[in-house]
């Protein structure tokens, strides 16, 4: 069985302490079940999807594919496209959501990473944003590669769907109060008050056909977050309609790796 426990001190001067145990084993159960459901539908979903675009791709190139036919063979290729971004995001998350103690942590090159995500950003905008970057460079993080990169692309992809053209992007990675920082802002056009407690609720969109034609899945959120929780690190969302938002991530501070520190047992291996 699983048990939850709740202790509370409790009685004159708090000095009794109150031991509340739950039978929670139904609801774990039902909770991996659900879990589980996730992950093998979206796998099952995975191969007659490829195929589906497999051979629409096909027919769209064909030319024996008569003219008319051409426009509703494209849309429906970017429908199929969406439904694998879902697809591959739901998966994500159910990865994220397996608890996988494994999983590899290691020292994570931030500046590096960070560096491939502009560069991949700078494409995704086509000339349509400023990027402004302050990142220190000697500063490293412990974790998980894959995970981190991806809370950092979302992050930083959504800064650029989410504003419009000739918007402003500063991008930072530094150590404030020592503790690692991670932040994203832009000039965009914000978020009102009470869509902000809600934003990383899975599909969770404030304007959802605007979030379907930038490409979004309603997931990224939903990602950055579990992915920070397995970091022990906070996701801190300020926005003010009108006047751009900003998502920072703090990590804590035993997290944080000077680069001083990773270089220095392999040089004085080679001595
Ligand atoms: P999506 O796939 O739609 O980007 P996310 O979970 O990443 O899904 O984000 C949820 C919603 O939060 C988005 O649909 C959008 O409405 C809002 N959002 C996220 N980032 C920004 C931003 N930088 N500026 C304005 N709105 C944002």
């Known amino acids: 069985i699983t048990l ?7 009685g004159e001067r708090k000095r009794q302490r109150l031991v509340v145990a739950r039978d929670v084993t139904k609801i774990y159960h039902l909770d991996m ?17 490829t195929v589906i675009s497999g051979f629409l791709e096909n027919l769209a190139d064909s030319p024996a594919t008569p003219h008319g036919h051409r426009r509703p063979l494209q849309l429906m290729r970017n429908q199929t496209e969406r439904m694998r971004s879902i697809i591959e995001d739901l998966l994500t998350l159910s990865r994220l959501e397996m608890d996988d103690q494994s999983r590899a942590v290691e ?9 491939l995500i502009l560069n991949e950003a700078q494409a995704l905008s086509g000339g349509g944003h400023t990027f402004e970057e302050s990142i220190d460079q000697d500063l490293l ?3 998980n590669q894959l995970e981190l990169r991806s809370a950092f692309s979302n992050l930083i992809f959504n800064a650029i ?9 500063r991008i930072g990675w530094r150590q404030d109060q020592g503790e690692p920082l991670f932040s994203v802002e832009d000039d965009g056009e914000g978020i009102a008050a009470e869509h902000i407690p809600r934003l ?7 304007d959802t056909a605007r979030s379907r034609a930038s490409g979004g899945t309603g997931l990224g959120l939903a990602i950055v977050n579990h992915v920070l929780n397995r970091h022990g690190a906070r996701l801190i969302i300020a926005s003010e309609e009108g006047s751009g938002s900003s998502f920072s991530c703090r990590f804590p501070a035993e997290s944080a790796l000077p680069r001083a520190r990773l270089v220095a047992p392999a040089a004085a291996g080679f001595s």
Request: glycine residues 4%; proline residues 10%.
């Open 161 to 169: 769907k989410h504003t419009p053209t000739g918007s402003r992007v």
């Open 141 to 143: 993080l412990m974790g």
């Open 33 to 49: 079940i659900r879990r589980d459901f996730v992950a093998n539908a979206s796998h099952e979903l995975r191969t007659p999807l």
């Open 107 to 115: 020292p994570v090159d931030v500046p590096d990473e960070l560096h």
């Open 200 to 206: 990383s609720e899975r599909f969770y969109r404030v």
């Open 4 to 10: 939850s426990l709740r202790i509370t001190p409790f």
